[in-house]
């Protein structure tokens, strides 16, 4: 898939979960798990991994955190 549609399927689920969690435990989320991502270069083509790890963010911030409905947004994107 074409890096700049990509970006915009990421983009639009990050949106996605702003609406669906609000703006003050999303955006903590989003930018908790940029501050603790660890890449793994075998990992980096597989979505899955960045949904772990924004996952894996929420236990960091205390958010009670509805996985599946973290899992469904991306997954209606086809990032899974």
Known sequence: MEEHRLGEIWGASL?????????QIA???????????????SELNRPKFYIDAIIAAAVTIDASLDQKLVRQVFARRSLE
């Open 27 to 41: 955006d903590k989320l989003v930018f908790t798990t940029w501050k603790q991502f660890k890449p793994v270069k």
């Open 15 to 23: 949106w996605e979960l702003r609406e669906q969690l609000g703006q």
